[in-house]
């Protein structure tokens, strides 16, 4: 072979090279994140609360565990109001809630502030961080349905939106809560007279919207009573297994 012909082959080889290294590579799709729903029972008359409505909105805001979507909810229990400080955020629908939890997770000191919640399936003090971090590493590999917020908007007062949920593995309830995004208040009597507190996702309205049988998917329209609609609100939808059971799927959106 002469130097002509080694020439020419190394040339060929180096332009075969090339139009491998240029040719168009598939698109990588990244997985979509996993949504963890962390519900947080608190009261603005607890003193014991506050750092755990700041571990929330780090939670919220930081976004710590790769692979997951925290979806974070503060729920402002009522059985405080009498200690000196009505919470403004105060519900007994949500109080309702936690004690159904205390019951299905049969926890032994009974309902408790500042109490968290993961997925429906472990409860805690709200303000313990290491175990909020065990808990979101243990939910975030456990597999969820399709759960999907379209259209949402405010239209007379009320959050309107698209909800589709997809086939349940078990008899379900599907919940949707209104909360505000964010919000602080300046409390002048109880334990926590003369601070100013701030929350995050602060429950408005929940309400539950259907229960599904086994296989059964949803698609509803929802409107939802907003008290302030020229604050930012988000809207959570979430699929909970049985009575207090699992979260099989969540999602967020938000809304001004």
Request: proline content about 7%.
């Amino acid at each position: 072979m002469s130097n002509l012909d080694r020439c020419e082959l190394r040339i060929t080889a180096a332009l075969a090279m090339a139009a491998i290294l240029i040719l168009p590579c598939p698109p990588v799709h990244a997985a979509l994140p996993s949504p963890i729903l962390v519900e947080l029972f608190t009261s603005e008359g607890c003193s014991d609360c506050p750092p755990a409505d700041t571990l929330l909105r780090v939670l919220d805001s930081t976004q710590p565990i790769p692979g997951a979507q925290v979806i974070v909810l503060e729920e402002h229990v009522d059985y405080w109001d009498d200690q000196g400080w009505r919470d403004p955020f105060s519900s007994h629908v949500l109080t309702l809630r936690q004690s159904d939890y205390v019951d299905h997770l049969r926890v032994k000191n009974g309902p408790y502030t500042p109490q968290m919640v993961v997925d429906g399936s472990e409860a805690f003090v709200g303000s313990d961080r290491p175990q909020a971090g065990r808990a979101l590493a243990r939910e975030v590999n456990v597999p969820k349905i399709s759960v999907k917020i379209g259209s949402l908007h405010f239209e007379r007062g009320k959050a309107l939106a698209q909800v589709e949920i997809g086939q349940v593995p078990a008899k379900a309830e599907v919940f949707v809560a209104v909360a505000l995004d964010h919000a602080q208040s300046q409390v002048l009597r109880g334990e926590n007279g003369g601070r100013q507190l701030e929350h995050v996702a602060v429950v408005e309205r929940l309400a539950s919207i259907g229960k599904l049988n086994k296989d059964e998917p949803l698609s509803k329209d929802v409107a939802i009573k907003v008290d302030h609609p020229e604050k930012d609100y988000r809207m959570v939808v979430f699929v909970q297994q049985g009575d207090g059971g699992k979260i099989l799927g969540a999602a967020v959106a938000r809304v001004k």
